[in-house]
């Protein structure tokens, strides 16, 4: 019934007080002569109400000059009347109309930039650098370039590898991803050396270029020159300067310490709690429970809620529950095995992330020491990796 | 009825027509006591609050209730809502 209703208020209908003697008369007549009412309801002995659409209020004229009765309308409702009105406050609908315009062209101003990715680039510095640009907030979205202003905030900030903006309604949103700086090349024809890397012992050399001052066994600290780029010319007796470079693998290690205690304190929650309540408005926070905490050890668990909040927006109150558990310290004598299990567990994961992805692993060494009741653990690992390190030759120091 | 309308019912019966339609009787339909539909009507001969009377070809139909209000009428249904306590052919 709903298509129904819907139907009549488009058409629109007026609500009729019919007063007269005959009025069985007066609905039979319409029903005879096609007029279409609806919801008729007797309100008094003489009087009767009944909705009737437009067309048929005109018809009904005859009608009740014929049986003589009195017909007032008392409600005008449907589309058809609300647009009679409404063209008699032609301002209305005119201002109506500008508003909705009005907020079309204010939306397409962008009012905040948002900027997401970098990390060792200031977000401000980027924020200046587009509103010399000419991206700030206040400007209109049509009338800049985005993909022009893309490359320009490349070319202009080198630390920068890419840059990405949007406009999502009123808001400026712009990717960027740094540059990885590459590792700084050494030019081919410049001479130099190639150093240690690391502290280690040699194991192989593989000098492509330049002589090779270290042999198999030998000893070397970070910063030792391996392959020299003054290569001796034996006949002549002279030297040379040329751009050393090769491979050098040399066994290095890796330790880390790590300690544990034997014994631990665990909280255990002996199952009673306090709650307290406590109400946020914005920076002030309102205790709603008053009283100290009567236990000697005990844990804090917070939750907050949020009321009246629709996505990021709402208001700035807070409820927060603070519940506090009474727990009782108990002191546990931790398995040495699952003690050793741990340090080692927790030392290699330290060198692992220290090795080099290319290096082989030679050889593990774990030593465990216990003092004072803290288990020490020492891990020493052995790896075979390239140490070769290229480094300008500076000329006039030899 | 007279004799065509005998003629008639009988017609109706052999060839299984629906009676409403060869006979010209009312049909009513009613929803529990909330709604009442009358399909066939001859006009309204009164309407109050708690009485209708219909005219039909089988009689006059009464009505009685209380609240009743017409919902729809046109020239051959009348659908009348309301608590309906009784239905009833006078004749």
Redesign the interface.
């Given at each position: 019934m709903l298509v129904l209703k819907l139907w009549n208020y488009i058409r629109g209908y007026v609500v009729i007080r019919v007063q007269g003697l005959t009025?069985?008369k007066f609905?039979?007549m319409?029903?005879?002569r096609?007029i279409?009412?609806?919801?008729?309801?007797?309100v008094g002995n003489t009087v009767?109400e009944?909705k009737i659409g437009i067309k048929g209020f005109k018809d009904l004229r005859k009608i009740v000059k014929k049986l003589g009765c009195k017909v007032s309308i008392r409600k005008k409702q449907g589309y058809p009347f609300w647009i009679y009105k409404l063209k008699k406050r032609k301002m209305l609908l005119i201002g109506a109309f500008f508003c909705f315009l009005l907020l079309i062209f204010i939306s397409t101003f962008i009012f905040s930039i948002e900027i997401a990715g970098n990390e060792n680039v200031e977000t401000a510095e980027i924020v200046y650098k587009l509103n010399t640009l000419g991206l700030k907030p206040g400007t209109n979205r049509y009338f800049i370039n985005l993909r022009k202003l893309e490359n320009q905030l490349l070319l202009d900030m080198n630390r920068l590898a890419w840059v990405g903006i949007e406009i999502k309604g009123v808001k400026a949103k712009i990717e960027v991803v740094e540059k990885i700086a590459p590792p700084s090349r050494i030019d081919k024809n410049t001479p130099c050396n190639v150093v240690a890397k690391k502290n280690g012992v040699i194991e192989k050399i593989i000098a492509r270029n330049g002589d090779a001052v270290v042999e198999k066994g030998d000893i070397v600290k970070k910063g030792d020159i391996l392959i020299s780029g003054i290569v001796q010319l034996e006949p002549i007796g002279g030297s040379m300067l040329v751009h050393s470079y090769g491979d050098v693998y040399a066994k290095t290690y890796y330790e880390a310490t790590k300690s544990k205690g034997l014994t631990e304190i665990k909280k255990e929650k002996t199952g009673q709690k306090l709650v307290k309540r406590i109400l946020s408005l914005g920076s002030i926070e309102l205790s709603l429970n008053k009283g100290k905490v009567p236990y000697e050890f005990y844990i804090i668990e917070k939750k907050s809620k949020r009321p009246l909040q629709w996505r990021k927006i709402g208001l700035p109150v807070e409820l927060i529950t603070e519940e506090y558990y009474e727990v009782n310290k108990i002191k546990i004598t931790i398995d040495e095995m699952e003690a050793k299990n741990y340090v080692h567990k927790r030392a290699l994961d330290d060198i692992l992330e220290e090795i080099p992805f290319e290096a082989e692993i030679l050889n593990t060494q774990v030593d465990f020491v216990a003092k004072d009741g803290v288990l020490y653990g020492k891990v020493t690992v052995e790896v075979l990796e390239n140490i070769a390190e290229q480094r300008i030759l500076q000329i006039g120091e030899d | 009825m007279g004799e065509s309308g005998g003629i008639k019912k009988g017609l109706a019966e052999i060839l299984e027509l629906p009676k409403d339609i060869i006979l010209d009787l009312p049909k009513i339909i009613m929803i529990g006591n909330l709604q009442i539909y009358v399909e066939n009507h001859k006009g309204i001969l009164e309407y109050t609050d708690n009485r209708i009377r219909i005219n039909t070809k089988s009689g006059i139909l009464c009505i009685m209730g209380k609240n009743l209000m017409l919902k729809n009428i046109v020239i051959e249904e009348i659908i009348i809502v309301g608590e309906i306590n009784q239905v009833e052919f006078i004749d």
């Amino acid at each position: 019934m709903l298509v129904l209703k819907l139907w009549n208020y488009i058409r629109g209908y007026v609500v009729i007080r019919v007063q007269g003697l005959t009025l069985e008369k007066f609905i039979n007549m319409c029903t005879v002569r096609n007029i279409y009412l609806w919801d008729v309801k007797r309100v008094g002995n003489t009087v009767l109400e009944a909705k009737i659409g437009i067309k048929g209020f005109k018809d009904l004229r005859k009608i009740v000059k014929k049986l003589g009765c009195k017909v007032s309308i008392r409600k005008k409702q449907g589309y058809p009347f609300w647009i009679y009105k409404l063209k008699k406050r032609k301002m209305l609908l005119i201002g109506a109309f500008f508003c909705f315009l009005l907020l079309i062209f204010i939306s397409t101003f962008i009012f905040s930039i948002e900027i997401a990715g970098n990390e060792n680039v200031e977000t401000a510095e980027i924020v200046y650098k587009l509103n010399t640009l000419g991206l700030k907030p206040g400007t209109n979205r049509y009338f800049i370039n985005l993909r022009k202003l893309e490359n320009q905030l490349l070319l202009d900030m080198n630390r920068l590898a890419w840059v990405g903006i949007e406009i999502k309604g009123v808001k400026a949103k712009i990717e960027v991803v740094e540059k990885i700086a590459p590792p700084s090349r050494i030019d081919k024809n410049t001479p130099c050396n190639v150093v240690a890397k690391k502290n280690g012992v040699i194991e192989k050399i593989i000098a492509r270029n330049g002589d090779a001052v270290v042999e198999k066994g030998d000893i070397v600290k970070k910063g030792d020159i391996l392959i020299s780029g003054i290569v001796q010319l034996e006949p002549i007796g002279g030297s040379m300067l040329v751009h050393s470079y090769g491979d050098v693998y040399a066994k290095t290690y890796y330790e880390a310490t790590k300690s544990k205690g034997l014994t631990e304190i665990k909280k255990e929650k002996t199952g009673q709690k306090l709650v307290k309540r406590i109400l946020s408005l914005g920076s002030i926070e309102l205790s709603l429970n008053k009283g100290k905490v009567p236990y000697e050890f005990y844990i804090i668990e917070k939750k907050s809620k949020r009321p009246l909040q629709w996505r990021k927006i709402g208001l700035p109150v807070e409820l927060i529950t603070e519940e506090y558990y009474e727990v009782n310290k108990i002191k546990i004598t931790i398995d040495e095995m699952e003690a050793k299990n741990y340090v080692h567990k927790r030392a290699l994961d330290d060198i692992l992330e220290e090795i080099p992805f290319e290096a082989e692993i030679l050889n593990t060494q774990v030593d465990f020491v216990a003092k004072d009741g803290v288990l020490y653990g020492k891990v020493t690992v052995e790896v075979l990796e390239n140490i070769a390190e290229q480094r300008i030759l500076q000329i006039g120091e030899d | 009825m007279g004799e065509s309308g005998g003629i008639k019912k009988g017609l109706a019966e052999i060839l299984e027509l629906p009676k409403d339609i060869i006979l010209d009787l009312p049909k009513i339909i009613m929803i529990g006591n909330l709604q009442i539909y009358v399909e066939n009507h001859k006009g309204i001969l009164e309407y109050t609050d708690n009485r209708i009377r219909i005219n039909t070809k089988s009689g006059i139909l009464c009505i009685m209730g209380k609240n009743l209000m017409l919902k729809n009428i046109v020239i051959e249904e009348i659908i009348i809502v309301g608590e309906i306590n009784q239905v009833e052919f006078i004749d």
